[in-house]
């Protein structure tokens, strides 16, 4: 099948299906995410060769458009991508519009959508001591009278406590943009996506001490229950600082 530019996701899709060097294709980004697409989203694909395989589907590496994007590998670098990486998110929610391998597609991105027990438990100690670092700094600020300097550091707290709160269900954090979608259909246990996210953007506008502080304590004692009491007793007395008064 000849193909013409500029073209569409539905002829790029049937022209690398009829090539038996490509054994998966995978849909990221919006298009993948029920309900996020507009007028503006493109469609993100992976085209997926076989190793040691040669195409003519190369010559569309790296092919960008407001329409399309194409990413072309091979399974030995889809196997790796994203571990670790920012790209593991999109991974981990991708649609799969073509497997080849009986489900090993499938397979691979169930691992990327899935933190192993021991990475899980070495990113939450360092999320967790990132939050309680910029926590105290804000708090520390505030009391100080460091106004904008207390907020910034709330705000860069969020980012951390959203990998920490992630990782403790060993996934891999969304991108903001997927955030309210990603608690809306696949919540995290034990904490109420809307309480959540009201937090979340009080404490990033506003800093709220008191709401940080309380925040704090169930962030405590959800570290403590997963087993990270080390993180948190070498900050000693500082966090009482943390805590709600």
């Given at each position: ?6 073209f569409?996701?539905?002829?790029f899709v ?9 054994v ?52 030995s ?39 192993d ?6 990113d ?16 520390k ?22 990998e920490l ?12 943009k997927?955030?309210?979608w ?17 937090a979340?953007d ?11 502080r ?10 403590r ?5 080390a ?8 966090l009482?600082l943390?805590?709600?008064?």
């Amino acid at each position: 099948m000849a193909i013409q530019q500029p073209f569409t996701y539905d002829s790029f899709v049937e022209l690398a299906t009829a090539d038996s060097a490509v054994v998966g294709l995978v849909l990221k980004g919006s298009h993948a995410h029920e309900g996020m697409t507009t007028e503006h989203s493109d469609h993100d694909l992976y085209v997926v060769v076989a190793d040691g395989a040669t195409t003519d589907l190369t010559r569309f590496a790296g092919h960008r458009t407001a329409a399309l994007d194409l990413i072309v590998l091979t399974l030995s670098e889809f196997r790796e991508a994203g571990m670790p990486g920012f790209e593991r998110y999109a991974l981990a929610r991708a649609q799969i519009v073509l497997d080849r391998l009986d489900g090993g597609i499938a397979q691979i991105l169930a691992a990327k959508a899935r933190l192993d027990a021991d990475e899980a438990f070495r990113d939450a100690d360092g999320w967790l001591d990132a939050y309680a670092n910029s926590l105290y700094r804000s708090v520390k600020n505030d009391r100080d009278g460091h106004a904008l300097a207390a907020r910034l550091d709330a705000a860069d707290s969020i980012r951390f406590l959203l990998e920490l709160l992630f990782a403790l269900d060993r996934r891999p954090r969304p991108y903001n943009k997927y955030l309210e979608w990603e608690l809306a259909w696949y919540p995290l246990p034990d904490w109420g996506a809307d309480l959540l996210l009201e937090a979340v953007d009080r404490i990033s506008a506003t800093g709220d001490v008191s709401l940080q502080r309380r925040l704090f304590a169930r962030v405590e004692a959800a570290a403590r229950g997963a087993g990270h009491d080390a993180v948190l007793d070498a900050w000693g007395e500082d966090l009482m600082l943390m805590r709600p008064q």
